[in-house]
């Protein structure tokens, strides 16, 4: 009788431990013709990927040179490059004109900070501040073509 009772008892939190996890595992969801996975939190992995590069970018936008100097531009440019690869990965193949464009973008920023780095004066700072505006524009247009299937 006690045998009996372990066993149901065993087979019901073995059930509820089952249940439970499949309540935290991801979904896979299409919106617009866009196929998006879920997270436990229930907001898709893509959508969160570009939350992250929102924040990366406005962080760009909030560095200043002349009090921080180019290493606090170097931090946010490498912090923005992972969010992007996170981006591009939950993204798959969508949003290709954006990726390029914000990739481009990004090559062309590392360049003008190297640049800035080995010389710094008037000219390379410009083009470094060219350079990280080119990367909000087109990191802008990636996350607004994100937030459009989100």
Do not use: E, P
Not at 11 to 34: D, E, K, M, R
């Amino acid at each position: 009788m006690i045998a009996k009772r372990c066993s149901a008892l065993t087979a019901a939190c073995v059930l509820s431990a089952a249940a439970f996890l499949a309540g935290c595992s991801s979904s896979t969801t299409t919106v617009n013709g866009v196929s998006n996975s879920m997270s436990a939190a229930g907001k898709s992995v893509v959508c969160q990927s570009a939350d992250d590069l929102k924040a990366s970018i406005a962080g760009l936008k909030n560095v200043n040179v002349t009090a921080n100097g180019t290493s606090a531009v170097s931090a946010q440019f490498t912090k923005i490059k992972q969010d992007f690869a996170a981006l591009k990965a939950d993204a798959k193949s969508q949003y290709s004109s954006q990726v390029n464009a914000l990739s481009s973008a990004l090559d062309k920023l590392g360049t003008s900070l190297d640049a800035a780095k080995a010389s710094l004066n008037a000219g390379t700072l410009s083009a470094l501040a060219s350079a990280a505006g080119s990367v909000v524009t087109a990191g802008t247009n990636l996350v607004t073509a994100v937030s459009g299937t989100c």
